[in-house]
Structure formats: structure tokens, C-alpha cells
């Protein structure tokens, strides 16, 4: 009796520890069916409307709408913008995409951040200049990491892109690098509007936007942070946001 009551416990404690996985798994499947449906409801919303500019100035166009070159040329101008507002989209989806799901695999190499980093903001010095933006570095001496420098690449493109597009009309940007035994924090401050408190750790979910009318202007999709934190966590480093000083910080920090 002893015997077969200790089976029969041994057997009820696997069945419950049986329900408890397959409770769990369940919660899961639902958790990622939600987000499989916030997901492309997200996407047929970005896309709606760059869409239907798109298909409203080209039967403009075709019905004779624009009838001198000022017009015409407006009309073409704003079809090409919307292109490329929904290629960068649909780019962007797909890189974090693989990132989600592991099909970019981290290849490390030694490389110089701080190389990388002025590098960078050289690419983007005719936009810099066009918004006469005015850039100062706080970085010292070079620093070599061994990371995976396309994601880094990736991470810091972003925090700049979005310095250039929030900054005030105090035009400020500041690029700071700090340096510890074992790792390196890239930091990227921009004049501007602070960030709620309540929204520090919303801005991260995919297609969350804070001010979503200037980010339509200047063609977001609020998936750039989103990106940032799939890169980041696929190289276990650490990223952040705090306000300071009428402005804003975007932070990460990889290993060496």
C-alpha cells in the first residue's frame, strides 16, 4: 500500500508538473498570437498612409490634374517621398525581423568604435549641415572592441537619426564616449523636448511613438529603437534613455 500510494503521489506531482508546462505554453502561444496580430495591424496602419498618397497624386497625375511642370514636378516629388518613406519601412521590419528571431547571426571582429563613430557622422554631414545642426564630441582616445560592428553600426545610426530629427531649435548634438575596463558607452545627446517618465520604457515596443505627428513629417515608423534594443540584447550589452538639460540621451554600452 505504501508502495503503490508513493507511486501514485510520484505520478500526480508529473501530472501537475505536466499541466504547469503545458499552461505555460498555452500563455505563450496566446502572447505570441497577439503580438502576430498587433503586429501587422501596426503594418497595415504605417502602410496605409504613404499608400494612399501614393495612389492619390498618381491619379492626379493621370487624370491631368497637374497640368504645368511646377505642379507635375510636386506631384512626382511627393510619390518619391512616399516610396521611400515605406522602403525604409519595410527595410527596418525586416532587420529586426531576423534580429527577433535569430536568423542574423553576431559575427564579431576587433574593430575601433570611435573610428566607427566619426565615420558615421561624416556620412551624415549634408543633413547635419542642411538643419544646422552643430556637433560636438566628448571621446578622447580611440577604442577597439570586439563586437559586431554592423549591429553597432546599426544601433548608433539610429540614436543619430533621431538626434538629427528631435533636436530644437537650439540645434545642439553631442557625442560622448566613455570608456571602463571591460566595455565602452556611446552616448548621443540631443536638445529637445524631454521624454515622459511614463513612456522611458514604451518607446522601445515596436511602433510606439511619443510625437507622432513630427515623426509622419520626417518619415519614422518607430521602429528604430525597437532595432536598437534587438541588437543589443543579441550582443548582451546594455542600452537606455534619460532626460538631461533641455534635452534628451540614447546610451548603449557593448563589451570588449
Not at 80 to 95: A, F, H, I, R, T
Not at 150 to 157: A, G, I, P
Not at 162 to 167: K, Q, R, S
Not at 191 to 203: L, Q, W, Y
Request: with cysteine; aromatic share 8%; net charge negative.
Amino acid at each position: 500500500m505504501n508502495t503503490m500510494s508513493s507511486s501514485l503521489e510520484n505520478a500526480l506531482e508529473k501530472l501537475q508538473e505536466a499541466n504547469e508546462e503545458l499552461k505555460k505554453d498555452i500563455e505563450i502561444k496566446e502572447k505570441n498570437e497577439k503580438m502576430r496580430k498587433e503586429f501587422l495591424s501596426n503594418v497595415s496602419h504605417e502602410l496605409k498612409t504613404p499608400i494612399a498618397l501614393i495612389q492619390g497624386y498618381a491619379e492626379g497625375l493621370n487624370e491631368g490634374m497637374a497640368d504645368d511642370p511646377e505642379s507635375r514636378e510636386y506631384y512626382c516629388e511627393v510619390i518619391v517621398d512616399e516610396s521611400k518613406k515605406m522602403n525604409k519601412m519595410v527595410q527596418q521590419l525586416m532587420s529586426l525581423n531576423e534580429l527577433e528571431y535569430g536568423q542574423i547571426s553576431v559575427n564579431k571582429t576587433n574593430f575601433n568604435i570611435t573610428e566607427l563613430v566619426r565615420s558615421l557622422v561624416g556620412s551624415s554631414m549634408i543633413l547635419i549641415e542642411q538643419n544646422n545642426i552643430r556637433i560636438e564630441y566628448e571621446i578622447g582616445d580611440d577604442v577597439y572592441v570586439n563586437s559586431d560592428e554592423y549591429l553597432v553600426e546599426m544601433v548608433f545610426s539610429n540614436f543619430l537619426s533621431n538626434a538629427i530629427h528631435y533636436t530644437d531649435d537650439k540645434k545642439r548634438i553631442k557625442i560622448s564616449q566613455l570608456e571602463r575596463v571591460d566595455s565602452v558607452r556611446i552616448s548621443v545627446y540631443n536638445s529637445g523636448n524631454s521624454i515622459p517618465e511614463d513612456e522611458m520604457d514604451r518607446i522601445w515596443d515596436k511602433f510606439y511613438k511619443i510625437d507622432k505627428a513630427r515623426t509622419r513629417e520626417y518619415g519614422g515608423s518607430g521602429v528604430g529603437l525597437s532595432i536598437v534594443k534587438a541588437a543589443i540584447d543579441a550582443l548582451d550589452g546594455k542600452y537606455g534613455v534619460y532626460n538631461k538639460d533641455n534635452g534628451v540621451v540614447f546610451w548603449f554600452e557593448i563589451y570588449k
